[in-house]
T-cell receptor, first 112, second 111 residues
Framework: DAKTTQPTSMDCAEGRAANLPCNHS???????VYWYRQIHSQGPQYIIH???NNETNEMASLIITEDRKSSTLILPHATLRDTAVYYC?????????????FGKGTLLTVNP | NAGVTQTPKFQVLKTGQSMTLQCAQDMNHEYMSWYRQDPGMGLRLIHY???????DQGEVPNGYNVSRSTTEDFPLRLLSAAPSQTSVYFC??????????FGSGTRLTVV
């Protein structure tokens, strides 16, 4: 699986959009970009994933650059409950490729 | 539908003791896995299973055993606990959709 690079930490004001970047310059054509978050001491929670098109769900939006070497997770209206560590993970598709490889992620702190 | 259930939530062991961390899911997911998370670190894969009767090693398997006799259960066994195994352990499962479901964790301290 391709390696990802994320900033160690970021701050965001409550109610504003939080934009979390991720670099994955070695991503290959069949690898997806996944985002998970971990709120303090809890198990990680799936947020969103994408291959090459931008994706949106009830939690967030995922913007993937045209060359697929980087992506941005957008939380449109951050709340205090969005304070968490956010993990960007690249994983291949296919029936035998189930493993997730976690880095250290980005600690997002949402401030009142 | 309880998702992924881990027991116990907290455990203190003495060095050399053995114990089993339990993980159960009620979503009929084929894939299950165990991770450990040390302070300030991301999660590291210990063992995983792609179905009943099939298990394989992850990144940090030493000191741990697993078995998968049913689709629902995936216990993690520590045969002889060591202080280096002090960690938070997470179990996860995955079905046909794309997202993994994680349990709430077991916090293990080995003294």
């Amino acid at each position: 699986d391709a390696k990802t690079t994320q900033p160690t930490s970021m701050d965001c004001a409550e109610g504003r959009a939080a934009n979390l970047p991720c670099n994955h310059s070695t991503i290959s054509g069949n690898e997806y970009v996944y985002w998970y978050r971990q709120i303090h001491s809890q198990g990680p929670q799936y947020i969103i994933h994408g291959l090459k098109n931008n994706e949106t769900n009830e939690m967030a939006s995922l913007i993937i650059t045209e060359d697929r070497k980087s992506s941005t997770l957008i939380l449109p209206h951050a709340t205090l409950r969005d304070t968490a560590v956010y993990y960007c993970i690249v994983r291949g598709s296919g029936g035998s490729n189930y493993k997730l490889t976690f880095g250290k992620g980005t600690l997002l702190t949402v401030n009142p | 539908n309880a998702g992924v259930t881990q027991t116990p939530k907290f455990q203190v062991l003495k060095t050399g003791q053995s114990m089993t961390l339990q993980c159960a899911q009620d979503m009929n997911h084929e894939y299950m896995s165990w991770y450990r998370q040390d302070p300030g670190m991301g999660l590291r894969l210990i063992h995983y299973s792609v179905g009943a009767g099939i298990t394989d090693q992850g990144e940090v398997p030493n000191g741990y055993n697993v078995s998968r006799s049913t689709t629902e259960d995936f216990p993690l066994r520590l045969l002889s606990a060591a202080p280096s195994q002090t960690s938070v352990y997470f179990c996860a499962s995955k079905g046909q959709d794309y997202g993994y479901t994680f349990g709430s964790g077991t916090r293990l301290t080995v003294v």
